[in-house]
Nanobody, 129 residues
């Protein structure tokens, strides 16, 4: 059974840092692509960062480029998102996603939700000014 469990969310002030984790189990251990998405109140879910597991090729949304770092620990089968210099606009529910297909190996534009079959329940991040 596929399972993704996020943790590490919380409340911080502007400029603070958080590290999100996503523990994967089941068939997700064979995932080729993993990603972090977020959804702010009354907004659509958007891709934040993706990673192609075989060569750790990454993609970042322009709004987080240089502030966030996505990484994956193969031994622990855990996905991470290090978030630094947080801003109020980073507030939202953060979701981990995974897929067996290598669609993230070539990113021609903004990733679509259809590229990810498995999703976690999310962890809340709140950044206050």
């Amino acid at each position: 059974q596929v399972r993704l469990v996020e943790s590490g969310g919380g409340s911080v002030q502007t400029g603070g840092s958080l590290r999100l984790s996503c523990a994967a189990s089941g068939s997700t251990s064979r995932s080729l692509c993993m990603a972090w998405w977020r959804q702010a109140p009354e907004k659509e879910r958007e891709a934040v960062a993706t990673i192609y597991i075989p060569d750790t090729k990454t993609w970042y949304d322009g709004s987080v480029q240089g502030r966030f770092t996505i990484s994956h620990d193969k031994a622990a089968n855990t996905l991470y998102l290090q978030m630094d210099s947080l801003k109020p606009e980073d507030t939202g529910m953060y979701y981990c996603a995974a897929d067996l297909r290598p669609l993230c190996s070539v990113v021609l534009g903004t990733p679509g939700e259809y590229e990810y079959k498995d999703w976690g329940q999310g962890t809340q991040v709140t950044v206050s000014s």
